[in-house]
Nanobody, 129 residues
Framework: QVQLVESGGGLVQAGGSLRLSCAAS????????MGWFRQAPGKEREFVAAISWSGGNTGYADSVKGRFTISRDNAKNTVYLQMDSLKPEDTAVYYC??????????????????????WGQGTQVTVSS
């Protein structure tokens, strides 16, 4: 079992930045690939970014590419999402998720929710125009 707790959300003006954190506890964090998803009001949850357990492989949704950066610190059992140049359309609840990757250094989960094993409760990000 892996427990995930997101933090760092809040209210920011368009063009601003936020850094989300996701702290993991339970099983060996470094064997889990991680992802970030988001859900805006009235919309389905969508993929934002993913990172392999080694940190050597990352992937992004087209809508955030070049503005968001996913990273991780396995010593701290934490994954981050640095969000720059924020837009009002980035407003959503942001969730982190974990997928067991075993010994696959560069395994990167896909964009589908069903590919992930564990989920956090989410943190709200609101971008004002």
């Amino acid at each position: 079992q892996v427990q995930l707790v997101e933090s760092g959300g809040g209210l920011v003006q368009a063009g601003g930045s936020l850094r989300l954190s996701c702290a993991a506890s339970g099983r060996t964090f470094s064997r889990y690939a991680m992802g970030w998803f988001r859900q805006a009001p009235g919309k389905e949850r969508e993929f934002v970014a993913a990172i392999s357990w080694s940190g050597g492989n990352t992937g992004y949704a087209d809508s955030v590419k070049g503005r968001f950066t996913i990273s991780r610190d396995n010593a701290k059992n934490t994954v981050y999402l640095q969000m720059d140049s924020l837009k009002p359309e980035d407003t959503a609840v942001y969730y982190c998720a974990a997928r067991y990757a075993g010994g696959s250094y560069y395994y990167l989960p896909g964009t589908q929710e069903r590919e992930y094993d564990y989920w956090g409760q989410g943190t709200q990000v609101t971008v004002s125009s």
